[in-house]
């Protein structure tokens, strides 16, 4: 008569054991190839492509849709959609398993390089919600994409591989460190305080910023830049660590960006386990959620709906009631982790009410603030459908809320898709850590997260 949580690790075979540590290992190998939205997205392509999957655009020039055709649409490098055409009318409505791939961070100024006291920084701007002295004295890689004055677009990646150089941001040692003890943690280390050394070699025969004139000059002499070529250009910092195992007993995934690649994996995988379904299955990958999901390439910024629009004209439907009407049929899973309940820090969560590590995917009735406030809060109508799809195939899930009441609080892209009538809830991966440099996932929760997608799509 009584609920109890199941552990994934008590309740699944030698076969499912294997096929977990086989998607843990392919996740981790993702992880460590898509350290920014941009490289996600290129990955999701590349990999979106190698499973058959066609660009939009194709589709375009042929004029022909049909059922089963896996089609692909890519928003400027930084948001992608996956479509696996289903052999009832769009206007039926779709199953959509949607993530974000931007994680929390921090950005290069537009101005960035300095010099002072023989040392060359970077200026940045930390981007999403961080506690930014967790950002000090860790190995920090450096990513994005610079354009030439002339319009030459040139990628860039340090710090990432073994014989490359790796960057840091400095903290007061603990022996003058008698003032900055008594500051609030959000005031230990302030958002003009985040920069990052990079230099501190000066350049022969200069007498004004010699340090940062040697930066610029090895700058220019590899990517062949100047520093206005800066004010265009996109650069993200993010910890040079690599995603590994974690716990003698290897249960667990360490890495930087889980929040919420995490949750695009295993999209990701569970679409490529889709062939013919009937309601047309859909693999949304969107950025800036960490930002409010505000942006040309976020959940607001009207790519899907446009994409959506494009499939209905290739089959010669393009009028607004064919748009709404396949759109208020769908069906959503805002897939977004949750934070798993961290003995270490008893008091922000309410025990019975908190995703639990190893015990499953997490399904998120509503997230928010206080109140529930700016949350999509599902109706119990779709919930007993998951719950009945998650039953048939064996998932192993459980609910959680995003910590006590008035704890704190958070929130996804569900509400901005619910704005069109769908059903929409929060179903994702339990996290430790979450939003730190690096977090804490449950092979097993990771496992039953792709599992869980993969229900949704063959039952929904």
Known sequence: MEYTRKNVWLNIDDN????????????????????????????????????????????????SLDAGDKVYAVNKNKAVVLFVIGSEDLEKGMSIVGAHTDAPRLDIKPVPLAEDSSIAYFKTHYYGGVKKYQWTTIPLALHGVIFTKQGDKVEVSIGENEDEPVFTISELL????????????????????????????PLADEEDNPVKKNILKILNEKYGIVEEDFITAEFEV???????????????????????????????SAIFNIE???????????????????????????????????????????????????????????????????????????????????????????????????????????LQELRTAFDKEEVIYQTGELGAVDAGGGGTIAFILAEYGMDVVDCGTPVISMHAPTE?????????????????????
């Open 16 to 63: 499912k054991k294997n096929e977990l540590e086989e998607i843990s290992k392919d996740y981790i190998d993702f992880l460590n190839v898509s350290k920014t939205e941009r490289l996600a997205t290129k990955e999701i392509i590349r990999r979106a492509e190698k499973a058959g999957f066609k660009s939009l655009d194709e589709k375009i020039k042929s004029g």
């Open 174 to 201: 603990i022996h003058l460190s008698r003032k900055q003890m008594d500051k609030s943690a959000r005031e230990v280390i302030e958002g003009e305080q985040l920069k990052v050394i990079v230099g501190s070699i």
């Open 238 to 268: 993010v910890p040079a660590i690599k995603a590994r195992n974690a716990g003698l007993d290897n249960s667990m995934i360490i890495a930087h960006g889980q929040d919420d690649r995490v949750c695009t994996y295993s999209a990701l």
């Open 276 to 382: 013919n379904p009937s309601k047309t299955a859909v693999a949304l990958f969107v950025d800036k959620e960490e930002i409010g999901s505000y942006g040309a390439t976020a959940m607001t910024s009207q790519f899907f709906e446009n994409t959506v629009l494009e499939l209905l004209n290739i089959e010669g439907k393009a009028n607004l009631i064919s748009l709404k009407r396949s759109l208020q049929n769908s069906k959503v899973l805002s897939a977004d982790v949750t934070s798993a309940y961290d003995p270490n820090f008893k008091d922000v969560s309410e025990i019975d009410n908190s995703a639990q590590f190893g015990c499953g995917v997490a399904l998120t009735k509503y997230t928010g603030s206080g109140g529930k406030g700016g949350s999509n809060d599902a109706n119990a109508e779709y």
């Open 440 to 460: 804490l996932v449950s092979k097993a929760d990771l496992y039953e997260t792709v599992r869980a997608y993969r229900a949704f799509y063959k039952n929904i």
